[in-house]
């Protein structure tokens, strides 16, 4: 079973861009319950749990809640038909990603060959966990109606999370790393 690593917000960060994904997903009637909105930092198929808890509560201890620059949308045309908003590919968020990626990769963990070719991104609205896949007209005109928002902020990033890939938050969570505070 394939894990996933993410980056989650502090909850004023997370309303505005929930108040986006809302939105959308009202307007093509996309989910009954939303995704949670975050950060994918790393894919790790069949992990040992305890093994990947040491090495990321290592990576991470000294970090403290850290600021993520959101600049602008991005799509990812079909197969995913993907709305989301794109980050800045540098400072914190980057280095830990690459961080998180090399130690695993070391550590024999089944990881992404190469996260050079990743874009940093918030999925808002795309066909997984979709109670119906949206037409092409619909995704082009979502991914022009968020790009026309030309979102440009940032958002603070609270706590690291190791989820499985289900769509009901009180089963996705595996483990939480919790940042420190400033």
Same mark, same amino acid.
């Given at each position: 079973m394939k894990y996933y690593l993410v980056a989650l917000f502090d909850e004023e960060s997370y309303k505005y861009m929930e108040g986006i994904q809302r939105s959308i997903c009202r307007k093509y009637k996309l989910y009954k319950n939303m995704p949670m909105l975050h950060i994918t930092l790393e894919i790790i198929?069949?992990?040992?749990? =305890? =093994?990947?808890?040491?090495?990321? $509560?290592?990576?991470?201890s000294p970090y403290?809640?850290?600021k993520v620059?959101?600049?602008? !949308?991005?799509?990812?045309?079909?197969?995913?038909?993907?709305? $989301?908003?794109?980050?800045?590919?540098k400072g914190?968020?980057?280095?830990? !990603?690459?961080k998180i990626n090399d130690t695993l990769k070391l550590s024999n963990f089944?990881? %992404?060959?190469?996260?050079d070719n990743w874009d940093l991104h918030i999925s808002l609205a795309n066909t997984n966990y979709a109670q119906r896949e949206w037409n092409s007209r619909e995704y082009l005109n979502a991914c022009e109606m968020t790009k026309g928002k030309n979102v440009k %902020?940032? !958002?603070?990033? =609270? %706590?690291? =999370?190791?989820?499985?890939p289900i769509n009901n938050r009180k089963e996705m969570v595996?483990?939480?790393?919790p940042l420190r505070e400033f």
């Open positions: 198929d069949d992990p040992d749990i =305890e =093994e990947l808890s040491r090495i990321v $509560n290592n990576i991470i403290k809640k850290f620059m959101i600049d602008g !949308a991005i799509c990812f045309d079909p197969p995913y038909k993907s709305v $989301n908003l794109k980050l800045q590919n914190y968020i980057s280095r830990l !990603a690459r089944k990881v %992404r060959d190469n996260i %902020r940032t !958002a603070t990033i =609270e %706590r690291i =999370e190791l989820w499985k595996v483990k939480s790393f």
